[in-house]
């Protein structure tokens, strides 16, 4: 039975709405999109954007299975509060979840992001048909949702899956507020913190580097390791050498915890795979549990740009 399913992704700077028809899979139908004001007007555009989108596709309570609403913690889920997120200022205990039900008398839930993008891989992408799955973002942070037994596992405060947070080592790259942590290692912003460390070394060495000069050095991103990576550059290689084996690290920790049958990793993994793949696979061998590790695929996400909008829906169709 195909059902209709709309989503809500609350963001810092940019909201969507996304309209969906879950049958056999997804089918991104309609988005619409507009800058986050305030929390105030936020909802108030929220609310006549959504009722705008419904209409056009002549959708009601009836005919709707549920909203699903993806936003940065911290949050409660259970209870669907927005509680402060740091790059949501003013949302402080804002009861989204009742609001929209109010206004729509359609079943709704609330998730953080990272959550809504593991229901997203699990339901929809390269976490389907699992039973037990870790998806982690490695973006510009690392957040993680944990599917287990064939549901999401929030915890008890909606504070489980933070692998980020893990320490990795006791100094390093920082990620999470803390030095060394799985975080630091494995992020956009902790492989830019990485580069410029290694660039700096040669700086103060006397020597040059084709792809950064010093007065640049502030503008090195995960991005440009990894291109200059691809091109074979030794530098940039040995910056993916350090991440890749503390990602292994982190993974190899999640496999002994978990045993899950697959990793999926999204965002700078799924478009770099190939070159952290043998550094992963390396530590993992000499790391992980052998009977967990074999039974575990690390995967590249496969929901790729799009996964915000897969993340949303996803909430809905869960419920």
Not at 66 to 78: F, V, Y
Not at 79 to 99: A, E, T, Y
Not at 218 to 232: R, S
Not at 256 to 269: F, H, K, R
Request: hydrophobic share 40%; charged share 20%; glycine share 12%.
């Amino acid at each position: 039975m195909e059902r209709n399913v709309l989503g809500i992704d609350i963001g810092g700077t940019k909201i969507a709405l996304i309209y969906a028809k879950e049958k056999d899979g997804i089918e991104l139908v309609d988005k619409v999109t507009f800058p986050t004001l305030q929390v105030d007007d936020t909802i108030r555009e929220i609310f006549s954007r959504l009722r705008e989108l419904m209409e056009k596709h002549g959708l009601n309570e009836d005919n709707t299975h549920a909203i699903g609403i993806s936003c940065g913690g911290p949050l409660n889920s259970e209870q669907g509060i927005v509680m402060s997120p740091p790059n949501l200022p003013g949302w402080d205990h804002i009861p989204i979840v009742d609001r929209v039900k109010e206004r729509f008398h359609i079943p709704c839930a609330l998730q953080n992001d990272a959550n809504a993008c593991a229901l997203a891989e699990w339901k929809f992408g390269a976490g389907r048909g699992t039973k037990n799955m870790v998806f982690l973002t490695f973006g510009t942070g690392m957040g993680a949702g944990l599917i287990l037994n064939g549901q999401l596992y929030s915890g008890t405060n909606d504070n489980a899956g933070e692998a980020g947070h893990i320490r990795l080592a006791p100094f390093g790259p920082v990620g999470y507020g803390k030095a060394g942590s799985f975080e630091g290692f494995a992020s956009g912003g902790g492989i830019a913190q990485l580069a410029r460390i290694k660039l700096m070394e040669k700086f103060q060495m006397g020597e040059t580097v084709d792809w950064c000069v010093r007065e640049a050095l502030d503008a090195v991103t995960a991005q440009t390791v990894a291109l200059n990576a691809g091109k074979g550059d030794p530098l940039a290689l040995e910056i993916i050498r350090i991440s890749g084996t503390y990602l292994g690290r982190g993974l190899a920790v999640l496999i002994d915890i978990l045993n899950p049958e697959c990793i999926v990793i999204g965002s700078i993994y799924s478009r770099n795979e190939s070159l952290f793949r043998p550094w992963v696979e390396e530590i993992l061998q000499k790391e992980a549990l052998e009977p967990a590790r074999q039974v575990c695929r690390i995967k590249p996400a496969e929901l790729g740009e799009h996964i915000g909008d897969y993340a949303a829906v996803s909430i809905a169709a869960n419920i």
